[in-house]
Nanobody
């Protein structure tokens, strides 16, 4: 079955950086579009970024464009999200997902941006 395990979250000050990772298994990762979604406290799921199966095309929400970079390593079944210039409004649980709907997704990793 699909397994997605995120890591790399933490507490960071505004303006700081974090790099999230996602280890995927149980499906043909290299042939699957992958996405990151997030959920802020008390809010619904928000799509953040996506990447095509071979990494040729990338997609970003307007709120993160120019600050976040999505990438993948198909040889290792890994998905990444480099987050720079973090803002308090980026706080939330970040999920790696098989597709832009956010499902299926992993258990998530907490990102807290606060001074």
């Amino acid at each position: 079955q699909v397994q997605l395990v995120e890591s790399g979250g933490g507490l960071v000050q505004p303006g700081g950086s974090l790099r999230l990772s996602c280890a995927a298994s149980g499906f043909s990762f290299g042939y699957s579009r992958m996405d990151w979604v997030r959920q802020a406290p008390g809010k619904g799921l928000e799509w953040v970024s996506g990447i095509s199966s071979f990494g040729i095309s990338t997609y970003y929400a307007d709120s993160v464009k120019g600050r976040f970079t999505i990438s993948r390593d198909n040889a290792k079944n890994m998905l990444f999200l480099q987050m720079n210039s973090l803002k308090p409004e980026d706080t939330g649980v970040y999920y790696c997902a098989k597709g832009p709907t956010g499902s299926p997704r992993g258990q998530g990793t907490q990102v807290t941006v606060s001074s």
